[in-house]
C-alpha cells in the first residue's frame, strides 16, 4: 500500500491536488482495529476524559441515542456495555469535538472563499458557536442576537404573498419532540411543504410498503433479526453504515441462519466480520457472514426478485393458507409470473439461472425469511416497484407476522423514522384532523413540495424562503450547480445545524445560521426521544456540557419561532392559532402530551418511554393485520422501466466511503475499499477498463447522460481497478452529485436516481 497523499483534493472547486492512493480491499470488516480507529478520531477531536465520558453513554439507558444510523438496540441487559461501533465513535467525535468556528472566524473568511473549501475542510473546522446573518449583498457572516434573528425570520414569513412560498426542510436527526412542533409551525403557519431526507431515502420503501401491507414501516424487531433462519441482505452495506447489524447478523448465523448477500460490489463485512465487543473479536479470521453473494448488476433486483417469485409459484412454493387468508392479487401475480425469460433475465441481473434457482431453493426451504435492504434498491429509478416484488416474494411464503421473518428496509438517520411518524411529510399526515382539532385550527389540504419539488420551486421563483432543520440541503441533494443556484435565488436561508457545512456557503439573499445543541449535550434537566429502525422509541439525554452558552436546543428555537410567527397560547388574536410555544419550550413533556392526543401509538407517551421505552404498534407484524382499503396485504404485477445503457456507458452508483456520514467527511480514506487519502476516485471493473482502454490509476472526467442534453461532468477522478459488477462503476456521494440530473427520479417516490446514472469516462491529460 502506497503512502497518504500529504493533501486532500478538494471536490473541484478551487484547484486540483494529488491523487489518492490505492491499495488491496479489504474483506474483514470492524474488529479491535475498526473500534481502535474509532477511538482514536474521537479521542483525538474531544479530549481524553471528555472523550470517554461521552462514547460510555452512548445507546445506554439514561444516556443518548447513538447520532450515527438508526440500528436498534438491544433491550436492557442485552447492550453490550460499550453499545456503539467505530463509526458511531466518529459520529460522537464530529459533534463533541473541541474546535469552535467563531465570529473571528466568519470575520477572516468570506463565503467567497468558504464556498471553495471541500465539505471536508469545512466540517474540520469545529462546532457553530453563535447565530450569524450573512447581509444582503455581504461577503461576511456576522453576529445577530437571538431575539432579532428569530424577529427577521418571523418577519420575512410574514411578508410572504402565501404561506406555501416557504419551505420547511428537515433531516433525520431531529428529535420526535422538535419534528412534532416543526411540522406544527409550518402548518399552523399555512403549509404542507416539509420536504425530508428521506425524500433522497427510503421514501421508496415507505410508498411500496404503504401500498401493499398498509404501513410504510419494516415488519421485524431484534428478536426476529436473531432467530431468522435466512437472511438476504440487498443492496446495502452495513459493515460501514450499520457496523452493529453485523454483531446481529453474527448472532443468527451462530443460531443456524444462512445469509445471502446481493450487491454490485463485494462489500467488506458481509464477507467476514470480527466482532469488536467480544474477546473472540481479539482472534481467528472473524465469522463468514454471506454464504451466498450474488453480485447483481446496478438495477437488476426487480428482474431477480420477478424471477425469484415466477419460479417459487412454479413450483407451487406458496404458502396457500397464508395467501388465502390475509392477501388480495395473487391470481393476477401467479398469471403474470409466467416462467422466466432467462436470457432478459440474466440481462439485467448479470446473474446465472443456476444462482437465481438457489436463491430460490433458500426462500422455498427457510422456515422463517427476513430480507432487508437500503439504499442500494430505493435510489433506483424501478425503486418502488423493487420493493413492491420484494413484498410478493415474501407474501408468497407467508413471511410476515411470523417469528424470525419479515421486510426490513434498514434506515439511515437516526432519527428518521420517528421524524415520519411525527408528520414530517409533504402530506398532510392521517392524523391531521386529531391535531387540528387540538390545536384548533384547520390544517392545509394542499400536497406541499417533497425535495426534488422544493429545487424546482426555488429554481422557478415559486419559492421566496428556504428553512432548514439539521441535515445539508445543498450537498445531499442531486445536480448540485441546479440545487446550488435555486438555493442563492431565494430572499431568505435559515439553517439551524451543529457545524458549519456546504449549505451555509451556498446563502440566499439573507441567510441566518442558528446554530444548536447536539445530542451528546445537555439540555438543561430535558430529554427527547426518537424512534429506531424497527419502531421502538426510548428517551435520548446529553451530559456533555453545550459547545458554547449561546446555543439552544432545537426545541426552544422552533418554539421560538413559533412564539414570533403565530403568537403563543397565552395571548391569542382571533386570525392566528394559539399554541404553547412558551409551555413547550420551558417543558418538552408537555410536547409529548400533545404528541399523545393527536399522533397514534403514542398513549400514555411520558410513562412508557421511561426505562427503556416502548415499540410502536404494526399491525400486520403484530396481528396479520393489513390496514390497506381492503383490509389484506396486497400482491402487485410488476413491469421494469428499460433503461437504455449506450454502448461504452456505464451505470454509475453513488456509495458512502467509510469515513463519512452523508455529506460530513471524517476523514479522506475508505479503508475497506483500500483508498487512502482522497475521494475523487471511480470504481470500474478490470473488464470494462480493458474494454474501454482506459488504464487503471488514470484521470477521467465522469460525463453523465440525460434525456435533457445538459452536460453534467465531474472533473478529474482517479480510475480504480475494483471488483464490481460488469457494466457498472461507483464513486462517493456528495462528489457525484452534480451527476444525477434532477429530473431522474424513481417512479412513485420522486426519490432521486443517485445509484443509477448512466455515464461515460472521458480520458483527461495527468
Ligand atoms: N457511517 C455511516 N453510517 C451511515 C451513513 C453514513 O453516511 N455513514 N448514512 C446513513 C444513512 S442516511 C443511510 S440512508 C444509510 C445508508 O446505508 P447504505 O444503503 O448501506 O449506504 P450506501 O453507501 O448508499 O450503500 C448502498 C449499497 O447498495 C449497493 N448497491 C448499489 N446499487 C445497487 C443495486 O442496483 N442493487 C443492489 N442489490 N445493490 C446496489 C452498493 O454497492 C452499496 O453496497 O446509512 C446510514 N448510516
Ligand atoms: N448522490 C447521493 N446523494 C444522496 C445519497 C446517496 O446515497 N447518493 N443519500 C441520500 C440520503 S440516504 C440522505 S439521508 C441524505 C442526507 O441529507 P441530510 O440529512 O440533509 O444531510 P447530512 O449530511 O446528514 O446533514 C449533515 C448536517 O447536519 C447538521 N447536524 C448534525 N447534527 C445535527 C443536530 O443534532 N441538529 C441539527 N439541527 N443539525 C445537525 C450538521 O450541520 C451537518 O453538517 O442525502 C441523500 N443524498
Ligand atoms: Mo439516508
Redesign the pocket.
Known sequence: MATRAPREDNGGRDHEVRPPSVGEPKAVAAGVAGVAAGLSAGLSQMGVRRGARALLRVNQVGGFDCP??AWPEPAGAGRAHAEFCE?GAKAVAEEATLRRVTRGFFAAHPISELARRTDHWLGQQGRLTEPMIRRAGADHYEPIDWDAAVALVADALRGLASPDEAVFYTS?RTSNEAAFCWQLLARAYGTNNLPD?SNM??ESSGVALTETIGIGKGSVTLDDIHAAKLIVV?????G???PRMLTALERAKRAGATIVA????P?AGLIRFKNPQKASGLLGAGTPLADHFLQ?K????LALFAAVGALLVGWDAVDHAFVDAYTVGFDSYRDAARSPDWAATSAATGLTREQIETLARLLADSPATIVCW????TQ?RDAVATIREIVNVQLLRGMIGRPGAGLCP????SN?QGDRTMGIVERPPAWAGAMGEFFGFTVPGAHGYDTVNAIRAMRDGRVRAFLALGGNFAAATPDTAVTEAALRSVDLTVHVSTKLNRSHVVPGRVSLILPCLGRTEADGDQFVTVEDSMSAVHASRGHLPPASPHLRSEMAIVAGLGRALLGDASAPTPERPALPWADFAADYAVVRRAIAEVVPGFEDFEARVAGDGFTLPHPPRDARRFPTPSGRAVFTVNRPTALAVPPGRLLL?T??SHD???TTIYGLDDRYRGIRGGRRVVFVSPADLDALAIPDGSLVDVVSEWADGVERRAPRFRVVAYPTAPGCA?AYFPEANVLVPLDSTADGSNTPTS??IVVRLEPVDG
Open positions: 450515527g444510523c463509526n433525520g431526507c431515502c427510503h440487498v443492496g446495502q452495506n452495513p460501514t453504515n450499520h446481493i450487491n454490485p460490489l462489500e447483481i446496478v438495477g437488476g433486483d437500503a439504499m442500494g434498491l433506483q434498514v434506515r439511515g438517520h428518521v452508483q456509495v458512502r463519512q456520514y452523508n461507483a445509484k443509477q
